[in-house]
């Protein structure tokens, strides 16, 4: 995105119970998402789109309560970045000496029931392996990884219903 200025961004709190079986990890909201503080805020993001195919939370219902539909089904949500800069909303756009990763380590000791792990997009399943796979706790844990498309509009090689059926590996 030329001309846009880099700023440092925070990412959201994850959303999480301690029943909690399954993480869906992105890397770092978009401008959309934070500007409105909502995880896959984006109208284009299909993100939500694929949780009502999934697992029919309606995608126009309240965030607040898709997020504990969400946590109904035993899923968790978060993002790899905690904090990084970048200009834009696009993934190549991180500065990668910026990234500070989310703490992973709390997060499988509070839902110690998490046993797979899905990736949304291939830049969150690169952060995680290189910075925190490297962290012997994390590392050690049983846990199952798999990257599936990116639900980010940006991802415009793939149509809904092909993300759809990537995504079907959340539901086997």
């Given at each position: 995105m030329s001309g846009a200025l880099s700023a440092v961004l925070t990412g959201f709190d994850c959303v999480a119970d301690q029943h909690a079986e399954i993480l869906i990890l992105g890397?770092?909201?978009?401008v959309a998402s934070l500007q409105q503080q909502q995880y896959y805020a984006h109208p284009r993001n299909a993100f939500w789109k694929i949780?009502?195919?999934?697992?029919?939370?309606?995608?126009?219902?309240?965030?607040?309560?898709?997020?504990?539909?969400?946590?109904?089904?035993?899923?968790?949500l978060w993002d790899v970045v905690h904090q990084c800069v970048r200009a834009g909303s696009l993934d190549s756009s991180i500065e990668a000496g910026s990234?500070?990763?989310?703490?992973?380590?709390?997060?499988?000791?509070?839902?110690?029931?998490?046993?797979?792990?899905?990736?949304?997009?291939?830049?969150?399943?690169?952060?995680?392996?290189?910075q925190v796979l490297t962290i012997p706790a994390v590392a050690s844990r049983s846990i199952q990884y798999t990257q599936l498309p990116s639900t980010s509009p940006a991802n415009a090689r793939l149509s809904i219903a092909q993300k759809i059926a990537g995504w079907q590996q959340l539901r086997a």
């Amino acid at each position: 995105m030329s001309g846009a200025l880099s700023a440092v961004l925070t990412g959201f709190d994850c959303v999480a119970d301690q029943h909690a079986e399954i993480l869906i990890l992105g890397s770092m909201p978009g401008v959309a998402s934070l500007q409105q503080q909502q995880y896959y805020a984006h109208p284009r993001n299909a993100f939500w789109k694929i949780m009502q195919q999934l697992y029919d939370i309606p995608a126009d219902i309240d965030y607040r309560q898709r997020l504990e539909c969400l946590k109904a089904h035993k899923i968790a949500l978060w993002d790899v970045v905690h904090q990084c800069v970048r200009a834009g909303s696009l993934d190549s756009s991180i500065e990668a000496g910026s990234v500070q990763v989310n703490d992973f380590e709390t997060l499988f000791e509070y839902c110690r029931g998490i046993k797979q792990v899905y990736f949304n997009g291939g830049k969150a399943a690169n952060l995680y392996k290189k910075q925190v796979l490297t962290i012997p706790a994390v590392a050690s844990r049983s846990i199952q990884y798999t990257q599936l498309p990116s639900t980010s509009p940006a991802n415009a090689r793939l149509s809904i219903a092909q993300k759809i059926a990537g995504w079907q590996q959340l539901r086997a």
